[in-house]
């Protein structure tokens, strides 16, 4: 399956997820990249919830409401944001750049998967 990217006014993905997207690493186990209707669909929720933050959300984790976020005149840092905490409140973790978060969305798949699996 390939992802569509919908370019957003004003924001440049950074080019290390664009990688990724290329090598079509989308599914981390514990995270995975949202397609296009679901960016917008998040994105638009944000909007609502943090009126204060123009949060572009790339990535979602299937057993909570954390989302992972680049964050329009913030650079390439990736925020995780956990949708619908109250305004302030909504920011869990902050890493230097993609390449940080995808090394951590990884790690999490395996430590995971170790419980996991070791418990066949």
């Known amino acids: ?15 290390s997820f664009l990688k990724t997207v290329e090598l079509n690493l989308i599914d981390f186990d514990l995270w995975y990249l949202m397609n296009e209707a679901q960016v917008l669909q998040r994105m638009e929720g944000l909007q609502k919830r943090y009126p204060e933050r123009q949060l572009i959300p790339f990535a979602r984790r299937d057993d909570n409401d954390d989302l992972s ?52």
Request: glycine share 8%; charged share 35%; net charge negative.
């Open 1 to 15: 399956m390939s992802l569509r990217i919908r370019k957003i006014d004003g924001f440049t993905y950074p080019k």
């Open 69 to 120: 976020c680049f964050e329009m005149g913030k650079g390439e840092r990736v925020f995780i944001i956990h949708d619908f905490a109250s305004e302030g409140y909504e920011q869990r973790e902050e890493y230097k750049d993609f390449w940080q978060w995808l090394e951590a969305a990884v790690g999490e798949m395996i430590e995971y998967n170790k419980v996991e699996l070791e418990g066949e």
